[in-house]
């Protein structure tokens, strides 16, 4: 018997008074409820079941997972401080120099692709550029660099800078359409051209933000820079690849310390950075 | 805004102070010698020969990529499968583990200062380290397969949904956490009346998002043995 | 029945917001609580729950020492105290029965409430409570899709499922319109005879502290300085209670409640505590 909402009211509130209340389901519709949730249990029947555990490979791993847990407390930042300090430095600068690159790269495809300031075909290619560096994985670009460039910090750095292109250009644009259009007018109403206008009622609105997200994008990038060294694009990711092929997991925790203290670093540091150019 | 009397007497406006303008100059030239010197040490460390002959590398790998060959796509199915599964099964486990890790995390929740700082101290390491690295690891623990990318996922995720969710916690209205506390409800309760209703739609939309980066995330993890898509 | 002595609080950052409140406050009594803003009216009735703790004093509700409670024992005092708050403070994302319900929170398990498993005799009393305060048919609607009036209401209805023997009302009106002013504070009014509650009722709005409270307590600056009936409150009164102003040619200062809206408590002390509970 189907109800109309208002008997269904009615038959709750007369519920109600006899002491029965039960919160209202979150799909109303009974059949639906039942297909959903058989559509979700045999989902998760399929997916357990696919994934194959070679229980016997785990147990002799086990011993060599509580061995890795163990190096934490004892991580051995000495024997292989040579490697760890020329993987930390090609890190480091990959960072920097990607960073300022694809910074000064992304600010010009920013403004191109933000639409209340850039000319509809420049809007266009600009977005094209967006995508592109947005759809793939780091480490898929950087196999790619890898090839073209060979192995080392230069394909890391190039991927690194690539991969910042779309990520500022798509927030700064994102900004930039977002920002208050009265002051563009005013400053527009005084006769500036195009790059005063730019430079006078643009500028002042995005720069904190610019310098925010530059400051987060630095620790992305050092936390990538970790990764596309597995696949030969240097870095400190190449040190802890070798580390643990040869099962050193002293030298791995030492170097998974490090990252993690940088990363630390640099959240205190980009907050203080934040509050200060506000 | 500095106004200073020029040598006619006549009063003259600039941007900045003297002061302030140098400070600005030394601010930009150390900049610009940090990144000349880490250029310097990224360019000593590559082997210029190989980068010369980019172009050729380059349209050598896209001539051997173009066409696409259909005729393999019939066999990507199972690892699409398996790519869907690290992505979904690692997500919920992901989140189930950072939910409660976010409540001790969040200021306003947490039961103990103590224990916050050792939230944190969770969210931070699992968000230093990206989930390549982490499957990396449990390659060499568990063994290469699908396992190993699920719950490197999952590490993962711990840290961005946390993160999030900690900071969604701490944003909510206080008063109506305060009108349950004064009904005489257990802290529990508390949290399940006062807090939980609050921050469920961002919960969802956090856990959404997660699931997207962790479709994308998991395509790569078969390059370090954790399941496939990649290495085929 | 309740018997503030000593009372004082001083916050962290050093500002006191209460000194020294001696008051005594007889079963069925309902009592208005007047004063400027920042003159610590949130405060004391915060202490007496302890959503706020006082820093020295003690709060005995019929016998019973509150300021030393923890754990079990508070959350057993505090089913004992209804409140109500300005801003309604309802769940806005929770439906109206289970706002009403949570006010049951002091009695049912935690998997019980989890579970919206409440006894049939709360859900007959919540239901009845509902229709008392005329809002039975909203039973399966949002919080937040109610009016104003509509969801301090709800409030109002919440407090009394606890079964409290004394109500804590904080400025219930200084959201509300003129009428719905009236027709909140009659409600409680009607309620607290009904049931021979004890209320503190925490109000800007003199004139209707004067139209519906059986005595007026006058704070300033975490003070009293006034405690009588309403009849005994004269303009000089209300000068020592608020500061110099004409009283006499103002009709009546009901706009008060409008400038003086915004809580002066400090929020996240408050907040905190709240939400850890009993510490």
């Given at each position: 018997m189907k109800l109309t909402e208002e008997a269904l009211s009615e038959q709750r509130q007369q519920d109600a008074l006899a002491g029965r209340w039960r919160r209202l389901p979150l799909i109303q519709s009974p059949l639906l409820r039942l297909t959903l949730l058989v559509g979700?249990?045999?989902?998760?029947?399929?997916?357990?079941?696919?994934?194959?555990?070679?229980?016997?490979?785990?147990?002799?791993?086990?011993?060599?997972?509580?061995?890795?847990?163990?190096?934490?407390?004892?991580?051995?930042?000495?024997?292989?401080?040579?490697?760890?300090?020329?993987?930390?430095?090609?890190?480091?600068?990959?960072?920097?120099?990607?960073?300022?690159?694809?910074?000064?790269?992304?600010?010009?495809?920013?403004?191109?692709?933000?639409?209340?300031?850039?000319?509809?075909?420049?809007?266009?290619?600009?977005?094209?550029?967006?995508?592109?560096?947005?759809?793939?994985?780091?480490?898929?670009?950087?196999?790619?660099?890898?090839?073209?460039?060979?192995?080392?910090?230069?394909?890391?750095?190039?991927?690194?800078?690539?991969?910042?292109?779309?990520?500022?250009?798509?927030?700064?644009?994102?900004?930039?359409?977002?920002?208050?259009?009265?002051?563009?007018?005013?400053?527009?109403?005084?006769?500036?051209?195009?790059?005063?206008?730019?430079?006078?009622?643009?500028?002042?609105?995005?720069?904190?933000?610019?310098?925010?997200?530059?400051?987060?994008?630095?620790?992305?990038?050092?936390?990538?820079?970790?990764?596309?060294?597995?696949?030969?694009?240097?870095?400190?990711?190449?040190?802890?690849?070798?580390?643990?092929?040869?099962?050193?997991?002293?030298?791995?925790?030492?170097?998974?310390?490090?990252?993690?203290?940088?990363?630390?670093?640099?959240?205190?540091?980009?907050?203080?950075?934040?509050?200060?150019?506000? | 805004m500095p106004v200073s009397t020029s040598p006619q007497g006549q009063p003259q406006w600039r941007l900045r102070t003297t002061k302030a303008q140098w400070l600005g100059y030394l601010a930009w030239l150390a900049g610009i010698s940090l990144f000349l010197l880490c250029w310097k040490v990224i360019s000593d460390n590559t082997m210029w020969v190989f980068v010369e002959d980019a172009?050729?590398?380059?349209?050598?790998?896209?001539?051997?990529?173009?066409?696409?060959?259909?005729?393999?796509?019939?066999?990507?199915?199972?690892?699409?499968?398996?790519?869907?599964?690290?992505?979904?099964?690692?997500?919920?486990?992901?989140?189930?583990?950072?939910?409660?890790?976010?409540?001790?995390?969040?200021?306003?929740?947490?039961?103990?200062?103590?224990?916050?700082?050792?939230?944190?101290?969770?969210?931070?390491?699992?968000?230093?380290?990206n989930s390549l690295i982490w499957a990396m690891l449990l390659v060499t623990i568990l063994g290469p397969g699908v396992l190993a990318g699920i719950i490197a996922i999952a590490l993962r995720s711990i840290g961005f949904v946390g993160k999030l969710l900690y900071e969604a916690i701490e944003e909510i209205h206080p008063t109506p956490v305060e009108a349950i506390a004064a009904t005489g409800a257990s802290r529990m309760q508390v949290m399940s009346y006062g807090v939980l209703p609050q921050v469920l739609p961002a919960f969802a939309g956090i856990s959404v998002y997660r699931w997207d980066i962790n479709i994308r995330e998991s395509t790569v993890l078969g390059l370090v043995g954790a399941g496939v898509l990649v290495c085929s | 029945?309740?018997?503030?002595?000593?009372?004082?609080?001083?916050?962290?950052?050093?500002?006191?917001?209460?000194?020294?409140?001696?008051?005594?406050?007889?079963?069925?009594?309902?009592?208005?609580?007047?004063?400027?803003?920042?003159?610590?009216?949130?405060?004391?009735?915060?202490?007496?729950?302890?959503?706020?703790?006082?820093?020295?004093?003690?709060?005995?509700?019929?016998?019973?020492?509150?300021?030393?409670?923890?754990?079990?024992?508070?959350?057993?005092?505090?089913?004992?105290?209804?409140?109500?708050?300005?801003?309604?403070?309802?769940?806005?994302?929770?439906?109206?029965?289970?706002?009403?319900?949570?006010?049951?929170?002091?009695?049912?398990?935690?998997?019980?409430?989890?579970?919206?498993?409440?006894?049939?005799?709360?859900?007959?009393?919540?239901?009845?409570?509902?229709?008392?305060?005329?809002?039975?048919?909203?039973?399966?609607?949002?919080?937040?899709?109610?009016?104003?009036?509509?969801?301090?209401?709800?409030?109002?209805?919440r407090a009394l499922l606890q079964s409290p023997k004394l109500l804590l009302v904080d400025e219930p009106t200084a959201s509300l319109d003129p009428k719905t002013s009236r027709q909140i504070m009659r409600l409680i009014r009607e309620l607290c005879a009904e049931r021979e509650l004890a209320a503190i009722i925490n109000i800007h709005d003199v004139a209707l502290a004067q139209q519906f409270a059986d005595r007026i307590v006058g704070l300033r600056a975490g003070e009293i300085v006034f405690d009588g009936p309403p009849g005994e409150l004269t303009s000089d009164i209300l000068t020592t209670i608020y500061g110099e102003e004409d009283w006499d040619t103002t009709p009546e200062p009901e706009d008060n409640s409008v400038d003086e809206r915004d809580d002066p408590t400090p929020p996240t002390p408050m907040a905190r505590v709240a939400a850890g509970g009993a510490r």
């Open positions: 979700l249990v045999t989902y998760l029947i399929l997916a357990l079941s696919s994934v194959e555990v070679n229980w016997a490979r785990v147990a002799e791993g086990a011993g060599r997972g509580l061995e890795f847990l163990a190096a934490f407390t004892r991580p051995d930042f000495i024997s292989r401080w040579d490697d760890i300090w020329a993987g930390l430095l090609e890190s480091l600068t990959m960072t920097v120099t990607s960073t300022v690159i694809g910074v000064a790269l992304a600010v010009p495809v920013g403004l191109g692709a933000a639409r209340n300031i850039a000319p509809m075909p420049v809007y266009w290619v600009c977005r094209g550029i967006i995508a592109v560096s947005r759809t793939f994985q780091e480490v898929i670009i950087a196999i790619l660099f890898v090839v073209m460039f060979g192995f080392g910090p230069f394909a890391g750095m190039i991927t690194l800078a690539f991969a910042t292109i779309g990520f500022m250009a798509k927030l700064l644009a994102e900004d930039i359409e977002d920002l208050d259009e009265r002051q563009v007018e005013a400053v527009r109403a005084t006769g500036a051209g195009w790059w005063q206008t730019l430079n006078h009622a643009v500028q002042p609105q995005v720069m904190p933000r610019l310098i925010g997200l530059s400051m987060y994008r630095l620790d992305i990038n050092f936390r990538e820079s970790a990764v596309i060294g597995i696949v030969g694009a240097g870095g400190i990711g190449a040190t802890l690849n070798t580390s643990i092929n040869r099962y050193e997991y002293d030298t791995s925790a030492a170097v998974l310390l490090i990252i993690i203290a940088i990363v630390l670093l640099s959240e205190y540091s980009s907050s203080f950075v934040r509050r200060w150019t506000q | 172009g050729r590398q380059g349209t050598d790998l896209i001539s051997r990529m173009l066409p696409p060959e259909w005729t393999y796509a019939h066999q990507l199915w199972l690892p699409m499968w398996d790519t869907l599964n690290i992505a979904t099964l690692g997500t919920a486990l992901g989140i189930m583990m950072a939910f409660p890790v976010a409540f001790l995390a969040a200021r306003n929740t947490t039961p103990h200062p103590l224990i916050r700082s050792l939230a944190l101290t969770i969210i931070v390491s699992s968000r230093s380290i | 029945m309740l018997k503030l002595s000593g009372l004082g609080k001083r916050y962290p950052t050093g500002d006191r917001a209460l000194t020294n409140i001696e008051l005594t406050l007889p079963k069925g009594q309902v009592m208005a609580l007047i004063g400027p803003s920042g003159a610590g009216k949130s405060t004391l009735i915060r202490c007496v729950n302890r959503l706020v703790e006082p820093t020295e004093g003690s709060v005995t509700l019929e016998g019973v020492e509150l300021t030393r409670l923890s754990g079990q024992k508070l959350r057993q005092a505090r089913r004992s105290m209804g409140m109500i708050f300005q801003e309604y403070a309802l769940v806005d994302r929770l439906t109206v029965m289970e706002n009403v319900l949570s006010g049951q929170l002091g009695y049912v398990g935690f998997w019980r409430s989890f579970l919206r498993r409440y006894p049939q005799s709360a859900v007959v009393e919540a239901f009845r409570l509902l229709e008392r305060v005329g809002l039975p048919h909203a039973l399966d609607k949002r919080a937040d899709a109610l009016s104003g009036g509509q969801r301090q209401r709800v409030g109002i209805a």
